[in-house]
């Protein structure tokens, strides 16, 4: 009776040791997968408005089509300030400027921010000072 209930506790521990705890490791390695993909895509997006000072509907649709693809539950928050006057724009506030002129157009020295949320929880975060 002790030797059979001992081979069905090690064939337990050997389902674990080799099924679950890998699977665990490599949903681990997909979320930093993730995260990097994120981050080097806001990264992308917020050097190329700082560069040009320029942030085009063609340019955020890509963008947002890149992050939803690779999150479901993603909400993307853009945020500019104004050195001088401590104005902020938000996102909504671009989208409009979008109904305009197919770009918003950011003053020198303004500040940027990406923030990526999934689930309510920052993935990733980068900013910058337009050149």
Known sequence: MSDSFSKIVAILISVILMFIIPISITRERQNEYKQTYVLSETMYL???????????????????????????????????SDMEYKDFVFLNDIIDGFKN?????????????IIVYENDKPIAYYGGSVK
């Open 101 to 113: 002129n197919e770009k918003y157009e950011f003053a020198r020295f303004d500040y940027i921010k």
């Open 46 to 80: 917020v050097d190329n408005i700082r560069n040009t000072g320029v942030l085009s509907k063609e340019m955020y649709n890509i963008y947002v089509n890149k992050i939803t693809g690779m999150i479901n539950n993603s909400r993307i928050e853009i945020v500019s």
